[in-house]
């Protein structure tokens, strides 16, 4: 039970990576508020998962929705000290063809919604006396793919806000880390079947990347502040073409 004691937040927590990291922080002990815009889906996950879990609505983009899951964590398990910025979206498309929309929501939801997490969590964070925040990136914050500018753009603002962030919030007990995904067989990754530069030649699973969550909301990571948690087959260690 290696989340005996914590109470998470996690964004985007309904569907796909998010109710992994949701079930995974409940089988571990820990008490979760799922927050995310597909309320029905959201309202199952819940209920499904008993008194260990509550849903709130949460648009990542809306300052006063975080405030007020902030608040429901406090209110229903009396504090809260671990955050999961994991809400996300992707447009692809190139430099030339990305539209002013697509930049605009990309960056609120990837960019502005876990700047608007980290802000409103924090003083529950240091009313709870210590914490972690666990911020969703990608292997599209470490190195470049065509197609995918805004994306990109905005997975590297996540790596970066996410070493500032550790850096301010280290005095107060507060631990900030970023997960570097790799192909994953979401909702989000459907069409994207091509594996072959991914040394062990398949994509992985969300409940691969659960684990990385819950070690990085346990005590067994105390030491870990501002780093990077890579899951990706191999993608990133090796140059493979290709075939």
């Avoid at 008194?51 to 609505?57: D, G, L, N, P, V």
């Avoid at 599209?140 to 850096?167: C, D, E, H, I, Q």
């Avoid at 948690?229 to 990133?236: L, Q, R, S």
Wanted: proline share 3%; charged share 20%.
């Amino acid at each position: 039970m290696k989340l005996e004691g914590k109470v998470a937040l996690v964004s985007g927590g309904a569907l796909g990576m998010g109710a992994s990291h949701v079930r995974a922080i409940v089988a571990h002990g820990g008490k979760v508020v799922i927050g995310d815009i597909l309320d029905d889906e959201g309202k199952k996950l819940a209920d499904e998962l008993g008194e260990s879990a509550h849903y709130r609505h949460l648009d990542v983009r809306s300052d006063s929705d975080w405030r007020e899951c902030v608040a429901a964590a406090e209110q229903e398990f009396g504090y809260l000290n671990v955050l999961v910025n994991n809400a996300g979206i992707l447009r692809r498309a190139d430099v030339t063809s990305t539209t002013d929309e697509d930049w605009d929501a990309v960056m609120d939801i990837n960019v502005r919604g876990v700047f608007y997490g980290m802000r409103a969590a924090v003083p529950a964070l240091r009313r709870a006396g210590s914490g972690s925040i666990i911020n969703i990136s990608s292997t599209a914050g470490l190195r470049g793919y065509p197609s995918s500018f805004v994306y990109g753009a905005s997975k590297w603002a996540v790596r970066g806000m996410t070493k500032n962030a550790a850096a301010d919030l280290a005095k107060y007990g507060i631990r900030v880390n970023s997960i570097h995904p790799g192909h994953i067989q979401t909702r989000m990754a459907q069409g994207f079947d091509d594996v072959s530069t991914i040394p062990l030649k398949r994509a992985g699973q969300p409940s691969e990347i659960s684990p990385l969550v819950v070690h990085l909301a346990s005590d067994e990571s105390l030491f870990s502040t501002g780093a990077e948690f890579v899951a990706d087959g191999g993608e990133t260690a090796v140059a493979i073409l290709p075939e």
